[in-house]
């Protein structure tokens, strides 16, 4: 990003408490001028889903559709790389985001991320393959993996960094905050804050089928929860995102 730009952002959004290191972060938001919703985007927590659905959504007066997840996302507007004038306008949109129960988000970053190793389109980039468990989706390769984030992986990478963390604004500033285990009814308000019709949050209730098109991005990470968390796993786990689960409100217990 360049400079001005960050510099223009703490004059446009001065007054809004902004996290600005995440603000300025091209992948932290998605706006849409024509729903003026603004979504900041949380990796692992229905991410792709929801910015496609707004993509889509906000393009049908054009008649613009989209062959991929990466075109949606390209199409929307970021406080990071659009004008002055779409930024000033932008502090009048709704401000909402998703969250995710930390024990699936990290075991689903994981599958997605780093056990697929020569697999998988992302886990062969070279961040991922110098991350323990990579190549291994085994609970023994989990268990390496969680290790990793006790002893200061939690920072390598976005994909399994606290939600909180993430967060463009304090939890209070936004105007929604769903949760992905309860996406179409949390959707539904906010077309209903938007002036849409809530019945088209109906299409979230299966995944959308531009991303279930993409080999392994749907991990299924909270039926296997089971399968890789042990109770000293979870003890981790619960520690290192302590935050997520106090400020989100999830239940610590993973059973």
């Given at each position: 990003?360049?400079?001005?730009?960050?510099?223009?952002?703490?004059?446009?959004?001065?007054?809004?408490?902004?996290?600005?290191s995440n603000l300025n972060n091209a992948d932290a938001v998605a706006a849409f001028p024509q729903l003026?919703?603004?979504?900041?985007?949380?990796?692992?927590?229905?991410?792709?889903?929801?910015?496609?659905?707004?993509?889509?959504?906000?393009?049908?007066?054009?008649?613009?559709?989209?062959?991929?997840?990466?075109?949606?996302?390209?199409?929307?507007?970021?406080?990071?790389?659009?004008?002055?004038?779409?930024?000033?306008?932008?502090?009048?949109?709704?401000?909402?985001?998703?969250?995710?129960?930390?024990?699936?988000?990290?075991?689903?970053?994981?599958?997605?991320k780093v056990a697929l190793g020569e697999k998988g389109i992302d886990s062969r980039k070279p961040r991922?393959?110098v991350v323990p468990g990579w190549g291994e989706a085994t609970p023994a390769g989990f268990a390496e993996?969680?290790?990793?984030?006790?002893?200061?992986?939690?920072?390598?990478?976005?994909?399994?960094?606290?939600?909180?963390?993430?967060?463009?604004?304090?939890?209070?500033?936004?105007?929604?905050?769903?949760?992905?285990?309860?996406?179409?009814?949390?959707?539904?308000?906010?077309?209903?804050?938007?002036?849409?019709?809530?019945?088209?949050?109906?299409?979230?209730?299966?995944?959308?089928?531009?991303?279930?098109?993409?080999?392994?991005?749907?991990?299924?990470?909270?039926?296997?929860?089971?399968?890789?968390?042990?109770?000293?796993?979870?003890?981790?786990?619960?520690?290192?995102?302590?935050?997520?689960?106090?400020?989100?409100?999830?239940?610590?217990?993973?059973?």
């Amino acid at each position: 990003m360049k400079p001005l730009i960050g510099l223009r952002n703490r004059l446009v959004f001065r007054g809004m408490d902004v996290v600005h290191s995440n603000l300025n972060n091209a992948d932290a938001v998605a706006a849409f001028p024509q729903l003026r919703v603004a979504f900041n985007r949380i990796k692992k927590a229905g991410n792709s889903t929801v910015t496609t659905f707004l993509a889509e959504l906000s393009a049908e007066d054009s008649g613009q559709s989209f062959n991929s997840v990466r075109d949606a996302k390209k199409g929307a507007l970021s406080p990071a790389r659009c004008g002055w004038r779409d930024a000033r306008e932008m502090r009048g949109y709704t401000f909402f985001t998703v969250v995710r129960n930390p024990y699936d988000r990290v075991l689903s970053a994981f599958l997605n991320k780093v056990a697929l190793g020569e697999k998988g389109i992302d886990s062969r980039k070279p961040r991922f393959r110098v991350v323990p468990g990579w190549g291994e989706a085994t609970p023994a390769g989990f268990a390496e993996f969680v290790a990793f984030l006790d002893r200061g992986g939690l920072s390598h990478d976005r994909h399994w960094w606290p939600q909180c963390d993430l967060l463009i604004m304090p939890p209070e500033h936004f105007d929604l905050i769903g949760r992905l285990e309860t996406l179409p009814e949390d959707m539904a308000r906010l077309l209903t804050m938007i002036d849409r019709d809530p019945e088209r949050a109906r299409a979230l209730e299966k995944p959308h089928p531009l991303e279930a098109s993409q080999p392994h991005k749907i991990t299924g990470a909270t039926s296997k929860r089971a399968q890789f968390y042990t109770p000293d796993l979870e003890r981790v786990v619960r520690r290192l995102y302590a935050r997520d689960f106090a400020t989100f409100g999830y239940p610590e217990e993973a059973g």
